[in-house]
């Protein structure tokens, strides 16, 4: 009996499924049809006025674009994407055919949208979000766009192919998702948007501006992001309060491996970040989250990222080991932008190289023997086969007055063995030390003074901006080492690269001594102006070892943008050449040449360690970058008082000085500034900030 | 940019799919009055044709589809470089191969109508002339041999998705304008691969919506495109190929007007038009004009003429010569973030009513003149903002240098 109500419940549903799955298919088409009806009336159509045409080489759409109205009062909301030329004007047509002007609101950088406010007296019909709990991987999803046809809405039908995506961003969808809907809602089959269609890629954690055109690469390829209508609602109030929404940073790198399979360990902090003001320290294992235990720094990932700048997080850290571990609850606060980098300061200056306060006295006549010099042999004589190969630490050429080591009590001559609890050989392994340090941190130095062992406690400074007399430079004229009253007329030489048209001049440096500095001068690439700097830099070439190198345009009018490459190339020949001293590396110029000097340090910071300027401000094209731990460049400004300039120039050195770099200022006098080179105070004063550019 | 040129993915092979179907279901639905989808696919792919011709080398294919339109073998393709031999090879889908020639062709719609050698056959073809329209979001089939993936003897492609717009074809092969502009189906499939044009889009039931087009980028977002042209747009141009006559280009349809307008006529002269897009604002009005009556000012940006949306100074001016001189013509500027609508007639000598929707588009509220006068004074003042360092940047060097030079020469001498 129950077998026969089981078959005949079994035919009935049998019959019904035959007669029902004919119709299934316009039942479906016509779900289709009433879903697009019931959401099209709050997909607009939006066209741009003016702005760029092209992003980073790449042609941007001219199109017009669609965006979703999300308030009844006119907020509307649409992919970053659909911006990316920075419109100077925004009209927004409205599903009944009406056009109005609109602005933005605001952008969110962390999910790629726009905020748009729409100029409205009368209420818009919102979009209705769909409540995502209950939204499953392989439900419908319809994309809406209004870019072809603003009559009539496009439609690309697929599925949620996935929840959560991106880092819990966004959902995706299999349906076409292309410019010709970024912006436009995705819906699902009651006609309610899961989300707003957006390009999206995943994005490195160190990664800079956000870029607006990520992953459109991946147009109508079954691969659509949309993010959640739900979400967007439930920050419109502080989109709209804060104006811009920013990815939220923490300010830590993780120790490397596997980032699904490796658990997040602080590597490093950065000095002044949410983290670093959370008291979190190198080596401490991030376990929990908000309530939300973390095994890899992917889940960390997913914790983070959804997040905006300006939102707490409440996190656990484990710090130490077995059973001294222990556990800290920590609240850190995201920001969108860490703090500039600032080199810390200890205040000495180290010695150039043991061997040459003994040697120098043979180069009397340097000039001479510098000119075989110019054949490229290298000389025996300085080979790095030091005879002091056992471990004595690095010493102290002189020490900088009021800095940190200067209060601590070190002094000329000490020699540093140990840094906090590195051990101190040579001057890179101090770098690398304090590379690592913020001004501020408190730091201990051992030193070795004669044979005794002195501890001292210092905190790190800020790099100084302020030039050394010459008595503070125990390298100064009072040395006897070198007799500079009687160098004769300098020697200019000539320099020619393979292939390059340009040719330089230089003056060189005794041959026998410490590794030379090296001083690229932009000069008018005239022979007489380069035989007056020669003249006025001899003396400061031969007592602080230094090659002044005078390169020439290649076009007799000036500089241009096409000798950066020979100058580029200039550099490395010359690198090798003199075997420069890389702490020491300087690009000089006046006026436009101070321009180049500027583009050329900022696109050579691997190599250049200072650039020095005479009433240059900086090219319009260029732009500061952060300061960076390991590519050190200081900043010389020279300025004429009164000079038109002035503003400008300041305002440019405002700029390196908030990206962290050590600037310094010289004022001359308008009358000084009488012949094309410099006078002498000035030059002494440059010459002096570049001898100290290796200061710790 | 060089991006993937094809795109491989999301490439349903329904065919397979359906041929695959547990036979209880076929059973089933074989009661149902509508053939099933695979009837629909099988049906379909009968009356397309594998076409191979001239090509095969550089990246450029040798094969492309065509449709069968009548029962003496008339088969619709597109007109390309593969048809430009004297062995044009057409494989039908019952594996019969012919040697084919052209009948005509259709140099605006790109299209070719071929003869097979074939005299009182029955062969399986599509109506043209029963051909029904679709909607947008209509489920729609693609049927064609793209990549040659059918190149043995086997049914061609299946790929299965909906009608996603129903829109003018604006499009563009490298440098290349397509010729066409009428409406085509643009589909939410991966339909226009290669070898794909000349292939079927057709609907669940197996009819002929449209033909399926050359691989073209859109003008507007770069993008590649998935289209077919519906069989409306080109049923009469087959029928004059079929005669055996070339398509006469039948020129623009754009509306010209006999006695056009120009904006110097309505008192406008806008911003020089120097980049590739300049924005339309106006630089000035003439007093005693249309546009002057109406409280046009220099700066309004011009962004609608007639409700079409007019982004750049050419594209105004398209707008307006459109319109006979003696035409009222609808213009909406933006100031100040605000719509401004304001209708002008070149040959009425008194302003005409206000046609603006809301009360945001009166010239009479009191506030304008004044505020636009601000906005003015502010504009100029930011104009010497940015433009005065820039200035000085380079004349303020050039003095420096130069009065340098000046003085340094006595000191030389």
């Known amino acids: 009996m129950r077998f026969l109500l089981s078959l005949a419940i079994c035919l009935t549903t049998a019959g019904y499924a035959a007669a029902a799955g004919a119709d299934l298919d ?626 440019d050195l405002k700029k390196f000085d908030v990206a962290g770099y050590p600037v310094t200022q010289i004022v001359r006098r308008g009358e000084e500034s009488r012949d094309a080179t410099l006078d002498g105070a000035t030059r002494a004063k440059i010459g002096r900030w570049i001898d100290g550019l290796d200061r710790l | 940019m060089s991006g993937t040129r094809r795109r491989y993915s999301k490439l349903l092979l329904v065919a397979l799919a359906a041929l695959c179907l547990p036979d209880a279901l076929r059973l089933t639905q074989s009661t149902a009055t509508a053939g099933s989808l695979h009837d629909s696919i099988r049906s379909a792919q009968r009356k397309v044709v594998k076409i191979y011709g001239a090509g095969g080398v550089s990246g450029l294919e040798a094969y492309q589809t065509g449709i069968l339109i009548s029962a003496e073998g008339h088969v619709l393709t597109v007109q390309s470089y593969v048809l430009d031999t004297d062995d044009l090879a057409v494989v039908l889908d019952d594996g019969r191969k012919f040697t084919a020639e052209i009948l005509g062709v259709d140099p605006v719609r790109e299209l070719a109508v071929l003869k097979l050698p074939i005299e009182n056959d029955s062969l399986p073809h599509f109506n043209l002339a029963a051909a029904p329209l679709a909607k947008v979001g209509e489920r729609v089939l693609a049927i064609s041999n793209l990549f040659n993936i059918a190149g043995g003897d086997e049914p061609v492609s299946a790929l299965q998705g909906v009608v996603s717009a129903i829109s003018p074809l604006d499009a563009r092969r490298g440098s290349h304008q397509a010729a066409f502009h009428g409406n085509v189906y643009i589909v939410d499939a991966a339909a226009n691969n290669p070898g794909a044009a000349g292939g079927a889009l057709v609907n669940w039931r197996g009819e002929l919506l449209g033909l399926l087009g050359k691989e073209l980028r859109s003008s507007a977002t770069g993008a590649w495109l998935h289209y077919a042209i519906p069989v409306d747009q080109f049923v009469a141009s087959v029928e004059t190929m079929e005669a055996g006559r070339t398509v006469a280009d039948a020129g623009t349809n754009s509306s010209t007007a006999t006695d056009p307008l120009s904006l110097a006529a309505l008192g406008i002269v806008l911003v020089p038009d120097i980049l590739p897009r300049t924005p339309p604002y106006i630089d000035s009005v003439i007093a005693d004009s249309a546009a002057g009556r109406a409280g046009l000012r220099p700066d309004d940006l011009l962004v609608l003429v007639e409700g079409e949306p007019t982004a750049s100074c050419s594209l105004v001016v398209d707008q307006v010569i459109r319109r006979e001189s003696f035409d009222d013509v609808r213009i909406s500027v933006l100031r100040g973030g605000k719509l401004v609508e304001v209708t002008l007639n070149a040959e009425a000598a008194e302003p005409l009513d206000e046609t603006g929707e809301d009360e945001s588009s009166s010239l009479e509220d009191s506030g304008y003149p004044a505020e636009s006068n601000d906005l003015n004074g502010d504009d100029a003042g930011m104009e010497d903002l940015e433009d005065a360092p820039a200035e000085a940047d380079e004349a303020t060097i050039d003095e420096a240098v130069d009065a340098d030079d000046a003085e340094a020469e006595p000191a030389v001498e």
């Open chain 1, 26 to 651: 316009e039942l479906e088409q016509q779900a289709i049809a009433a879903a697009v009806a019931a959401a099209e009336k709050s997909v607009v159509q939006i066209r741009t006025i003016g702005g760029i045409d092209q992003l980073e080489g790449q042609s941007l759409a001219q199109g017009p674009t669609t965006g979703s109205i999300i308030s009844e009062d006119g907020l509307v909301v649409s992919s970053a994407f659909n911006f990316a030329q920075q419109p100077t004007s925004i009209l927004v047509r409205l599903p009944d055919g009406r056009q109005r002007s609109a602005r933005i609101v605001g952008r969110d950088d962390n999910r790629m949208l726009v905020l748009l406010q729409v100029e409205t007296s009368d209420e818009l019909p919102a979009a209705e979000p769909a409540p995502l709990d209950a939204v499953r991987p392989g439900d419908w999803s319809i994309a809406l766009g209004r870019s072809f046809n603003p009559e009539e809405v496009s439609v690309s039908v697929g599925v949620v192919s996935a929840l959560n995506r991106m880092h819990g961003r966004a959902i995706q969808t299999d349906a076409n998702v292309s410019a010709t809907n970024y912006g436009g809602p995705l819906i699902d089959l009651e006609g309610r948007v899961l989300g707003i269609l957006v390009p999206m890629a995943p994005q490195a954690p160190g990664a800079g501006e956000a870029n607006v055109t990520a992953g459109s690469e991946f147009y109508d390829s079954g691969i659509g992001f949309a993010v959640p209508l739900s979400h967007i609602l439930s920050v419109v109030d502080r989109w709209v309060e804060e104006v811009d929404l920013e990815r939220g940073l923490l300010g830590i790198g993780l120790k490397p491996g596997n980032p699904h399979a490796t658990a997040p360990i602080v590597a490093n902090v950065w000095p002044r970040s949410p983290a670093a003001v959370a008291g979190w320290k190198t080596g401490d294992r991030i376990v929990e989250i908000n309530g939300v235990k973390i095994e890899t720094q992917t889940a960390l990932r997913f914790q983070t990222t959804p997040h905006y700048a300006g939102d707490k997080l409440a996190v656990t850290i484990r710090r130490g080991s077995g059973d001294a571990a222990k556990e800290i609850e920590t609240e850190v606060t995201l920001t969108d932008k860490l703090p500039s980098f600032l080199h810390p300061f200890l205040g000495v200056l180290p010695m150039r190289s043991a061997k040459t306060a003994d040697e120098p006295k043979d180069d009397h006549d340097g000039a001479a023997k510098s000119a075989e010099d110019a054949t490229g042999e290298k000389k025996p004589s300085d080979e790095k086969a030091k005879p002091d190969e056992k471990f004595e630490g690095l010493a102290i050429r002189a020490v900088w007055p009021d800095s940190p080591a200067d209060k601590a009590g070190l002094r000329a001559g000490d020699r540093i063995i140990r840094l906090g609890e590195k051990k101190i050989g040579d001057l890179d392994a101090a770098t690398a030390e304090l590379n690592a340090k913020s001004p501020g941190d408190e730091l201990k130095v051992v030193a070795k003074r004669e044979d005794e062992e002195l501890e001292f406690d210092v905190e790190l400074a800020e790099l100084p901006e302020n030039v050394l007399d010459a008595v503070d430079l125990n390298a100064g004229d009072d040395k006897d080492a070198i007799d500079l009253s009687d160098l004769g007329d300098p020697k200019l030489q000539t320099l020619k690269l393979p292939e390059m048209s340009q040719t330089a001049r230089y003056l060189q440096p005794p041959a026998n001594g410490p590794a030379p500095g090296l001083l690229i001068w932009l000069g008018d690439g005239k022979p007489e102006t380069a035989e007056a700097l020669a003249a006025d830099w001899q003396r400061t070439c031969v007592r602080d070892r230094l090659v002044l190198l005078i390169p020439e345009p290649a076009d007799a009018g000036g500089w241009t943008n096409d000798d950066m490459e020979y100058l580029a190339r200039l550099l490395q020949t010359a690198g090798s050449r003199w075997r420069i001293d890389p702490r020491r590396i300087v690009v000089a110029g006046e006026g436009k040449g101070g321009q180049l000097a500027y583009a050329l340090a900022l696109r050579g910071r691997k190599l250049i360690r200072g650039v020095a300027v005479i009433d240059s401000p900086l090219p319009r094209t260029l732009e500061v970058p952060e300061n960076n731990p390991n590519e050190r460049l200081a900043v010389l400004s020279v300025e004429t008082q009164n000079t038109p300039l002035s503003l400008l120039i300041r305002k």
